[in-house]
């Protein structure tokens, strides 16, 4: 018998806030428990379901312990796309748990690292950036709505959707650095091309100027303590919306999932993307040695620091430069994995897991 559900005289019921309430009682309370009772789940493992949520809409739900992100939650978000891709007008990627996301499962890295199979890391990385590109260029609109913490690979998962409907208390961040590493599936491109698309068309920016902005938030792991400073953070753009009432973030990612499906959504076209080169690696590393010599950032702290800074940069090309998505994602892939196999990293990664906080080394 399922404690959270229960049925008389024909009516179905399910707990929420203390007590019994009717299904359908208030349609903007989408509850996932009861929805996997009473409709079909299309599929599902360990890390993840897929499930109808009604009127053409399809649910991703992470319940992998701490909704963190493995190789089952990868194949699932694969799996989601392919059957909405086919049958739904778009997807929801969204949850009930305590928070949407806390980033990808470091347990699971750090053995994998200290026995030293680094192939296999890769693999997962690589397998994380493709499913990251499979939502940005999907068919049909993906909206994903995080709530609590969405940090490190759950602010990834966020951050190449169509939109995002966040709740108005999401604290969301790159918070990568704090364990050694940097972003390791797209998060620090797609943050960067955030910050390029909310630069108004009829300004001339500086790109070495959003190329800082982009580095010293996920340098110093900034994360918003609301989803307003995440807007304000460069996380959330126009096309991305809050909720106030978090009892109705599903409902209403799910009206934005409908919204853009019938204002005719179409996946964005793949374009090079502009990036500052050697000149603009040398000034953002200059400003994480100032940090360095002012006692600010330990000597890992600036080793990390140089590793996100080439990748911002697009590595060794002329300021000005247009280069692929794609090529991106390997500056990224090679600089993770070359960090998660530093002694000083794995030193962090081991004190996250056993004290929930991060390692000054």
Same mark, same amino acid.
């Given at each position: 018998?399922?404690?959270?559900?229960?049925?008389?005289? &024909?009516? @179905?019921?399910?707990?929420?806030?203390?007590?019994?309430?009717?299904?359908?009682?208030?349609?903007?309370?989408?509850?996932?428990?009861? *929805?996997?009772?009473?409709?079909?789940?299309?599929?599902?493992?360990?890390?993840?379901? =897929?499930?109808?949520?009604?009127?053409? @809409?399809?649910?991703?739900?992470?319940?992998?312990?701490?909704?963190?992100?493995?190789?089952? @939650?990868?194949?699932?978000?694969?799996?989601?796309?392919?059957?909405?891709?086919?049958?739904?007008? &778009?997807?929801?990627?969204?949850?009930?748990?305590?928070?949407?996301?806390?980033?990808?499962?470091?347990?699971?890295?750090? %053995?994998?690292?200290?026995?030293?199979?680094?192939?296999?890391?890769?693999?997962?990385?690589?397998?994380?950036? +493709?499913?990251?590109?499979?939502?940005?260029?999907?068919?049909?609109?993906?909206?994903?709505?995080?709530?609590? %913490?969405?940090?490190?690979?759950?602010?990834?998962?966020?951050?190449?959707?169509?939109?995002?409907?966040?709740?108005?208390?999401?604290?969301?961040?790159? =918070?990568?650095?704090?364990? /050694?590493?940097?972003?390791?599936?797209? /998060?620090?491109?797609?943050?960067?091309?955030?910050?390029?698309?909310? %630069?108004?068309?009829?300004?001339?920016?500086?790109?070495?100027?959003?190329?800082?902005? @982009?580095?010293?938030?996920?340098?110093?792991?900034?994360?918003?303590?609301?989803?307003?400073?995440?807007?304000?953070?460069?996380?959330?753009? +126009?096309?991305?919306?809050?909720?106030?009432?978090?009892? $109705?973030? #599903?409902?209403?990612?799910?009206?934005? =999932?409908?919204?853009?499906?019938?204002?005719?959504?179409?996946?964005?076209?793949?374009?090079?993307?502009? =990036?500052?080169?050697?000149?603009?690696?040398?000034?953002?590393?200059?400003?994480?040695?100032?940090?360095?010599?002012? /006692?600010?950032?330990?000597? $890992?702290?600036?080793?990390?620091?140089?590793?996100?800074?080439?990748? #911002?940069?697009?590595?060794?090309?002329?300021?000005?430069?247009?280069?692929?998505?794609?090529?991106?994602?390997? *500056?990224?892939?090679?600089?993770?994995?070359?960090?998660?196999?530093?002694?000083?990293?794995?030193?962090? %990664?081991?004190?996250?897991?056993?004290?929930?906080?991060?390692?000054?080394?």
């Amino acid at each position: 018998m399922n404690l959270f559900i229960k049925k008389e005289n &024909g009516n @179905v019921y399910y707990y929420h806030k203390g007590d019994y309430k009717q299904q359908g009682f208030n349609a903007k309370d989408i509850n996932l428990r009861l *929805l996997k009772e009473t409709k079909e789940v299309l599929a599902k493992n360990a890390g993840a379901s =897929v499930i109808d949520l009604g009127d053409g @809409v399809a649910g991703l739900e992470f319940h992998s312990q701490s909704n963190a992100i493995g190789m089952d @939650v990868i194949q699932m978000i694969n799996k989601a796309v392919d059957i909405v891709d086919e049958d739904f007008e &778009g997807l929801v990627i969204g949850n009930q748990g305590n928070n949407f996301c806390v980033g990808a499962n470091l347990g699971m890295m750090l %053995m994998e690292a200290q026995d030293q199979n680094f192939f296999e890391i890769e693999l997962v990385v690589k397998q994380f950036q +493709q499913a990251m590109m499979r939502i940005k260029y999907s068919d049909k609109p993906v909206v994903a709505a995080p709530f609590g %913490m969405a940090l490190g690979g759950g602010a990834e998962v966020c951050l190449p959707a169509a939109a995002i409907q966040a709740s108005s208390e999401t604290y969301m961040g790159l =918070v990568e650095p704090g364990v /050694g590493l940097i972003p390791g599936g797209g /998060g620090n491109k797609e943050l960067y091309l955030k910050h390029l698309n909310n %630069m108004p068309e009829s300004v001339d920016f500086d790109l070495q100027k959003v190329s800082n902005s @982009v580095f010293q938030k996920i340098a110093t792991a900034k994360t918003s303590t609301s989803a307003e400073e995440a807007r304000q953070n460069g996380f959330l753009d +126009q096309m991305d919306a809050i909720s106030f009432n978090q009892d $109705h973030l #599903l409902h209403d990612a799910k009206q934005k =999932v409908l919204g853009l499906a019938r204002a005719g959504y179409q996946a964005p076209k793949r374009k090079p993307v502009p =990036v500052t080169g050697e000149s603009g690696f040398a000034t953002m590393l200059l400003g994480a040695k100032e940090m360095h010599y002012g /006692g600010f950032a330990s000597d $890992h702290d600036l080793k990390i620091a140089e590793k996100l800074a080439f990748v #911002l940069a697009g590595g060794r090309v002329k300021e000005g430069s247009k280069v692929d998505e794609q090529y991106l994602l390997d *500056l990224e892939r090679e600089a993770f994995l070359s960090l998660i196999g530093e002694a000083k990293t794995q030193q962090r %990664m081991q004190h996250m897991l056993l004290k929930g906080k991060p390692l000054r080394n």
